[in-house]
Antibody, heavy 117, light 110 residues
Framework: VQLMQSGAEVKKPGASVKVSCKAS????????IHWVRQAPGQGLDWVGM????????KYAQKFQGRVTLTSDTSTSTGYMELTSLTSEDTAVYYC???????????WGQGTLVTVSS | QSVLAQPPSASGTPGQRVTISCSGS????????VNWYQQFPGMAPKLLIY???QRPSGVPDRFSGSKSGTSASLAISGLQSEDEADYYC???????????FGGGTKLTVL
């Protein structure tokens, strides 16, 4: 299982960012894809998850209204869009595929999003 | 403030057995599975233990997980220098309707 994420982004406060995550083979559609972020020197923070085959989504309460998870099954790619960015959104964002429907398992390499004026 | 509580640090000498605790509540650990992750500096985390006590292929049997009530533990036996890393627990939380992580434990091999 391989997950390849898009490259680093630098955004200004108030802007939006969209991070992509391309999965290998047929490992994409039928299991959840999670998004987790890690601020510099901090722990892991679950953002949300999406099941591409049915479009079912769940978001962490703290990101509700600011984050949108989408997927394109034709290209096995998942997307995370985060709006109204502040400096506190500066973090590495990871996409992760479920491990046999038992939670986050296979991690992408991470995408650094820097929010700075 | 993480929903799951872990000690910020742990240490041991080579060959020793070390345990890392993860304390939760009736809405997460008590009723749902617990996973553990290992993270080296500058790298993405890696799944170490899933479904409370199962090891993905390739994970040495020196690593083991257990769960009792609202707490879970990760044990590392025969500690090696390459085990020095950050360790995180995670579980589904029914009240929050999402996954929650512990704050992480930095393991130092003395």
């Amino acid at each position: 299982v391989q997950l390849m994420q898009s490259g680093a982004e630098v955004k200004k406060p108030g802007a939006s960012v969209k991070v992509s995550c391309k999965a290998s083979g047929d490992t994409f559609t039928h299991q959840y894809i999670h998004w987790v972020r890690q601020a510099p020197g901090q722990g892991l923070d679950w953002v949300g998850m999406i099941k591409p085959s049915v479009g079912k989504k769940k978001y962490a309460q703290k990101f509700q209204g600011r984050v949108t998870l989408t997927s394109d099954t034709s290209t096995s790619t998942g997307y995370m869009e985060l709006t109204s960015l502040t400096s506190e959104d500066t973090a590495v964002y990871y996409c992760i595929r479920d491990y046999d429907n038992k939670g986050p398992g296979y991690w992408g390499q991470g995408t650094l999003v820097t929010v700075s004026s | 403030q993480s929903v799951l509580a872990q000690p910020p640090s742990a240490s041991g000498t080579p060959g020793q057995r070390v345990t890392i605790s993860c304390s939760g509540s009736s809405s997460n650990i008590a009723i749902n599975i617990v996973n553990w992750y290992q993270q080296f500096p500058g790298m993405a985390p890696k799944l170490l233990i899933y479904y409370n006590n199962q090891r993905p292929s390739g994970v040495p049997d020196r690593f083991s997980g257990s769960k009792s009530g609202t707490s879970a533990s990760l044990a590392i036996s025969g500690l090696q220098s390459e085990d020095e890393a950050d360790y995180y627990c995670a579980a589904w939380d029914d009240s929050l309707d999402g996954w929650v992580f512990g704050g992480g434990t930095k393991l130092t091999v003395l």
